[in-house]
Each structure stands twice: as structure tokens, then as C-alpha cells.
């Protein structure tokens, strides 16, 4: 099973910016469609953003315009790119490889990302 290690988050002022990054083990990653996924306090795990295994993107209408997830496949690894954030956007963030009726990996610990003043 794919394993996955998010990091990159922290404490943002609204309106400030994050990088995500998400590595993959295993040596197929490129194969994958993959997506960031989060999860709010009281609140269910939501898709943020998907990218293809062919890069082709989709995102949330909640973060379009102000999120960009990118893959660089020759390092396994997984990017969302957060500008403008705004308190909404605080949530744990995970990343995973959508499949049919569930996922390829198993989830991470995720990566805490909060927006505060």
C-alpha cells in the first residue's frame, strides 16, 4: 500500500500563503491520480484539489482561484500551493490517491494548517 508524508503547515495571518508537500513511497507514484484532502474540526474530510496522473486539475469551488496542486513526479512528491487564506481554510490537510470506492494508500498524519490573526 502507498504511504504518504505531508508537511508544510503552520500558523498564517488571513490573506498570507502556504506550500504543501505531500512524498509518496514507492516507485509508481507517477501512475496515480492524486488529491489534498482536509479535514475541519466536527467537520467530514472534504477533496480540495485533484490533479491526474496526466496533470490534467480540479478543485473545490471554496479554494478555486487561490489554490495550485502540482506533482513533480521524479521526486514522488505532491504540492498545493495556498495564497489568500482566510480562516475557512483551517483544517488538518492530507494528501491520497483516489480509487474505486476508496483510496490506493492509507492516510497520514496529515499536516495542521490554521489561519488566524
Known amino acids: 500500500q502507498v504511504q504518504f508524508v505531508e508537511s508544510g503547515g503552520g500558523l498564517v495571518q488571513p490573506g498570507g500563503s502556504l506550500r504543501l508537500s505531500c512524498v509518496a513511497s514507492?516507485?509508481?507514484?507517477?501512475?496515480?491520480?492524486m488529491g489534498w484532502y482536509r479535514q475541519a474540526p466536527g467537520k467530514q474530510r472534504e477533496l480540495v484539489a485533484g490533479?491526474?496522473?496526466?496533470?490534467?486539475?480540479n478543485y473545490a469551488d471554496s479554494v478555486k482561484g487561490r489554490f495550485t496542486i502540482s506533482r513533480d513526479n521524479t521526486k514522488n512528491t505532491l504540492y498545493l500551493q495556498m495564497n489568500s487564506l482566510k480562516p475557512e481554510d483551517t483544517a488538518v490537510y492530507y494528501c491520497?490517491?483516489?480509487?474505486?470506492?476508496?483510496?490506493?494508500?492509507?492516510w497520514g498524519q496529515g499536516t495542521q494548517v490554521t489561519v488566524s490573526s
Open positions: 491520497n490517491a483516489p480509487a474505486p470506492g476508496g483510496f490506493y494508500g492509507s
Open positions: 514507492g516507485r509508481i507514484f507517477s501512475i496515480y491520480d
Open positions: 490533479i491526474s496522473s496526466r496533470s490534467s486539475t
